[in-house]
Structure formats: structure tokens, C-alpha cells
T-cell receptor, first 112, second 118 residues
């Protein structure tokens, strides 16, 4: 069965420190993976996506993620958190392009 | 590129009335559109998937007679909540994807519609 797991429901970091949001998937197929960000009462904005090209993917706002097949992971990172990064982050995986699996979300708090 | 709009952004209606929410892809042709519902502090719940020109595929537990979905063109899908009740109050989000080129397999989300049923 295919699924995606976000290991942390809440992450708090101090402004200027690194951010790590974890995502693992389970599947026997080759996935396409996405990270989306959602600010309060807003839709989801695509941060970055992996679709079988380079395993290190750079996205918007300084975020990047690395696809590690051996670990079935696609963790999202940013070297230095900004106050505006406080939001909900969703890891999404698809194997067919028709069906998408959402993680339960990670709420990021940035402490001034 | 890849902008999806939703209208209205917020709507308040009386119990028993119907509400229509529009989802438009503004700069690409959306072969597939998805409708989600999101409860406070929760992830998105997929309600249905619609392909242009064909009937929507509803997820288990979603009443297709209550949540009518129409995907009549490659740039427009509508969700109609019929005979709305307070428990239908929620944040409804649409997304669109295309089979074309680099947009393939990527969902682009609308800004969401906040529905409040009194």
C-alpha cells in the first residue's frame, strides 16, 4: 500500500536557525513527491517537487528537499528560518499522477 | 504560471440553500481537477476527482448528490453544495493538474473558499 508520513505534527525553531521537516513514504513504485505550504486561511502553495530528476531539489523561499530512495524519505530543509516561514507544511506523493496521498501536515512555528 | 482561482473566497448562507463554488485554471488547461475539504488544523480530505467532460469520481463517504461537481471545460470546475447544513461549514479547496509537459503530475491549488452555513 502507498502512504506518506510526516513524522512531526509540530516543529518549533528560532528565527535564523535551520528547519527540518520530515517526510517518509512507502511504496514499491517510483514516486513523485511534493512539498506544499499553507498559510492560515489560504490555499496551498507549491514549494518544490521531485519527479525523478536530480535528487536534491531546490524550491522557493530558500527551501530544498532531498529524495533518498534507500531511506524512502523526502525531508524539507531550510538553512535559516524566517518569521514568514511559520505555516503548515504538507508532504504529498503520487505514483500515477492521478491519485495523490497527503501527509497529515507539520505546523512550523518560528520563535523570534 | 499555473494559477488557480476560486470564487467566492467566503460565503455565508442559510441552512437549506445551495451554494456554488467555482474553480478556474487561469493560464493552463486543467485536464483534472480535485476538490478537497479541510477541517480546522487538519489535513486535506479529498472529496472527488473530476476529469474534463466526464463524471466526477467521488471518494468513499462523500455524497455525490449533495456535493455536485461539474467539470464542463478545461478551465472551469464547479462544486455545488446542495441543501447546505451547518455541518457542511468548512474550507473547500480545489486544485488542478494538467497532463502537459512539466505540469504533469503536479497539483496547483486555489486559494480556498470558506463556507459558513447558519
Amino acid at each position: 500500500a502507498q502512504s506518506v508520513t510526516q513524522l512531526d505534527s509540530h516543529v518549533s525553531v528560532s528565527e535564523g536557525t535551520p528547519v527540518l521537516l520530515r517526510c517518509n513514504y512507502s511504496s514499491s513504485y517510483s514516486p513523485s513527491l511534493f512539498w506544499y505550504v499553507q498559510h492560515p486561511n489560504k490555499g496551498l502553495q507549491l514549494l518544490l517537487k521531485y519527479t525523478s530528476a536530480a535528487t536534491l531539489v531546490k524550491g522557493i523561499n530558500g527551501f530544498e528537499a532531498e529524495f533518498k530512495k534507500s531511506e524512502t524519505s523526502f525531508h524539507l530543509t531550510k538553512p535559516s528560518a524566517h518569521m514568514s516561514d511559520a505555516a503548515e507544511y504538507f508532504c504529498v506523493v503520487t505514483f500515477t499522477g492521478n491519485q495523490f496521498y497527503f501527509g497529515t501536515g507539520t505546523s512550523l512555528t518560528v520563535i523570534p | 504560471g499555473a494559477v488557480v482561482s476560486q470564487h467566492p473566497s467566503r460565503v455565508i448562507c442559510k441552512s437549506g440553500t445551495s451554494v456554488k463554488i467555482e474553480c478556474r485554471s487561469l493560464d493552463f488547461q486543467a485536464t483534472t481537477m480535485f476538490w478537497y475539504r479541510q477541517f480546522p488544523k487538519k489535513s486535506l480530505m479529498l472529496m472527488a476527482t473530476s476529469n474534463e467532460g466526464s463524471k466526477a469520481t467521488y471518494e468513499q463517504g462523500v455524497e455525490k448528490d449533495k456535493f455536485l461537481i461539474n467539470h464542463a471545460s478545461l478551465t472551469l470546475s464547479t462544486l455545488t453544495v446542495t441543501s447546505a447544513h451547518p455541518e457542511d461549514s468548512s474550507f473547500y479547496i480545489c486544485s488542478a493538474s494538467s497532463r502537459d509537459g512539466i505540469m504533469q503530475e503536479t497539483q496547483y491549488f486555489g486559494p480556498g473558499t470558506r463556507l459558513l452555513v447558519l
